[in-house]
């Protein structure tokens, strides 16, 4: 199998396909109230690349954050950054004071652009030397560049467009480095991929702030010609009502949307909406298929991070709890030697029998992949990069097939009983709880070692009293796996993009105004 991870010889750009749109009359953009058609949307972005090379002369990094929901001037400003040579710093809005000044300084922004919704964000921050602008005042400077020439300056596959943030989830986040192929790339082969074209709207309410939004939903309508219908924040209930008046055939999602929009009230009508596919990441298994059947659509979940170095694409023949087949240059090393994992090795259950030895970490033996390094920050370059392969951070184990699974983030290591066990495995058991709708696992201090913990959100019909009994009829739960503690929420701790705060569910560990079943005697008892 051919590796997402192969870079072409001739590496695409932004400006290329913004360029291609320069006479397409048909729809490109969409809002609720709102439509502009292609030609009108590059000739925006050309308005855009002109203020922006008046307000960033010089030599000076050419870079403007954003606390923008997705509003259209995120859409015209990536446009514009693309034919200025600027760089679009995506600013996480649930940052706050020091953390925020310190996102906007490490990715030495020049220009702050900030709506109404965010601009108090930036009260009381320094922010010496750096212009900030409201949404409205940006308009009106806008007004003295309307009707501005297409004039792209020169760019190449490897020239840097974004800089998005990770999550964060694991420490404080890194600018990583989004190149105009980075970008391009995954945009036109998804639109290939689905064979999608001018008469599809591709529907986009993840935040544009982040990597999944960018390369599986933005660059898939511009690659293909397709309308972009925006949503300037996600909506569960909003969802369907916002796929039937776009007419979306297409859509994408980070993390756990599909739970949230399937946990709206169930119709009779779901599957009659024009959606045909939904692809993205994170999305646990029977959420993928609750979805696909409910709305009469396509959902492909792929495997990758806002890094690019790391990517697993299922396949039909993908069995049920694995990503996909590993591709040509993905491996599982041993994090301390530094050599291949055994194959995992399964009971007649399903249970993995040698995860101490078969879980490692996820590299591309290869090479770098799409990763293009962080901004400024050499260290996290050396980390992720040692031996001339991309160390992923994710920890996962292969079949015999060459099938790869999940098992972690690297910080998500569990040491019970002197034994490594990684966090998505038991996961997914919870998950299959008929009444579980979300769950995370994490350790907790034990007296010697860590303890299974799990955090999960139910719904109505959920008995503590039968958990145990659920739990031991699964053949695939080994005896280490059991969590210890079971903490009921309304809500997982999330980032903005979906991903669940484990730190904060470990820092407080049993100690929380939650309801808490702790394991005694093989059964479920509240503290």
């Known amino acids: 199998m051919s590796s997402p991870l192969q870079r072409p010889e001739v590496m695409p750009t932004v400006t290329e396909l913004l360029l291609a749109r320069a006479d397409d009359t048909s729809p490109g953009l969409r809002t609720e109230d709102r439509e502009w058609t292609w030609a009108e949307h590059v000739r925006h972005s050309a308005e855009h690349a002109a203020l922006l090379r008046e307000l960033l002369p010089g030599d000076a990094p050419p870079h403007v954050g954003v606390l923008l929901d997705n509003v259209p001037e995120f859409s015209f400003l990536l446009g514009g950054a693309a ?103 995954p945009g036109r082969m998804l639109a290939e991929r689905f064979g999608l074209g001018g008469e599809d709207v591709t529907y986009i309410s993840m935040p544009m702030f982040h990597s999944n939004a960018l390369m599986a939903g933005w660059s898939v309508g511009l690659a293909a010609g397709a309308a972009l219908a925006l949503r300037p924040r996600f909506s569960a209930s909003g969802f369907l009502p916002d796929v039937r008046r776009f007419g979306a055939t297409f859509a994408n999602y980070v993390g756990t949307p599909l739970s949230y929009v399937l946990a709206t009230p169930e119709r009779p009508d779901d599957a009659d909406n024009p959606l045909r596919v939904v692809y993205g990441n994170e999305g646990n298994q029977r959420d993928i298929a609750r979805f696909a059947e409910r709305f009469g659509c396509h959902v492909v979940d792929g495997f990758g991070s806002s890094e690019g170095g790391i990517a697993v694409t299922r396949t039909p023949d993908t069995p049920p709890g694995a990503l996909g087949r590993a591709t040509d240059g993905v491996a599982v090393l041993d994090p ?28 591309n033996t290869t090479g770098p992949g799409w990763f293009a390094g962080y901004y400024g920050a050499p260290e996290a370059d050396a980390q992720r990069m040692r031996d001339g392969m991309y160390w992923s951070g994710d920890l996962g184990y292969l079949d015999a097939d060459g099938f790869c699974y999940f098992a972690g983030r690297s ?92 730190r904060e569910l470990a820092a407080e560990g049993v100690r929380t105004s939650d309801p808490v079943l702790s394991r005694v005697d093989g059964t479920y008892r509240r503290q």
């Open 411 to 502: 910080g998500d290591w569990l040491r019970v009983d002197g034994e490594n066990l990684g966090t998505a495995p038991i996961e997914r058991i919870l998950l299959r709880h008929p009444h579980v709708r979300e769950a995370a696992v994490y350790a907790v201090r034990a007296e010697v070692g860590d303890a299974v913990m799990a955090a999960i959100t139910t719904t109505d019909g959920f008995d503590p009293a039968g958990l145990a009994d659920f739990l031991g009829a699964q053949p695939d739960l080994g005896p280490k796996q059991w969590p210890s503690h079971v903490r009921l929420v309304a809500e997982l701790p999330r980032t903005s993009t979906h991903k669940v705060l484990k």
């Open 336 to 363: 301390d030697t530094g050599k291949p994992c055994p194959a995992a090795e399964f009971d007649e259950s399903g249970r993995l029998l040698n995860g101490d030895a078969a879980i490692g970490e996820l590299v």
């Open 83 to 185: 034919l200025s040579g600027s760089v679009v710093v995506g600013l996480n809005p649930t940052r706050r004071g020091a953390a925020l000044e310190r996102d906007i300084r490490l990715a030495d922004c020049r220009i702050v652009l900030a709506d109404s919704r965010y601009a108090a964000l930036l009260d009381g921050l320094d922010l010496d030397g750096i212009r900030v602008f409201a949404l409205d005042s940006w308009r009106q400077e806008l007004t003295r560049h309307a009707g501005a020439a297409l004039d792209p300056v020169p760019a190449s596959g490897e020239d840097l467009l974004a800089l998005v943030f990770t999550s964060g989830t694991g420490g404080d986040p890194k600018a990583v480095r989004c190149t105009h192929a980075k970008i391009a790339f």
